[in-house]
């Protein structure tokens, strides 16, 4: 499927508000990485959570700071 065919939908404060009032499921999932971020994204995930612990998660340091000077 082409990019300008697909319908991309954000999902707003307003669009959770909905969800809630209608009784509507919301998945919300953390990623720890942009690969991560994309699979969940790609399973239409209505919220990803992306934390900027992977340094200490994934690398295992004891800070977040070592991975903040890779930019």
Do not use: C
Not at 5 to 32: D, R
């Amino acid at each position: 499927m082409s990019q300008e065919s697909e319908k991309i939908t954000k999902v707003t404060t307003h669009v959770l508000q909905e969800m809630k009032l209608h009784g509507k499921p919301i998945a919300m999932l953390t990623a720890y990485d942009f690969s991560f971020a994309k699979i969940l994204d790609a399973a239409e995930i209505d919220v990803i959570l992306v934390g900027d612990s992977a340094s200490n998660v994934m690398a295992g340091h004891t800070s977040t700071l070592p991975l903040r000077s890779i930019r």
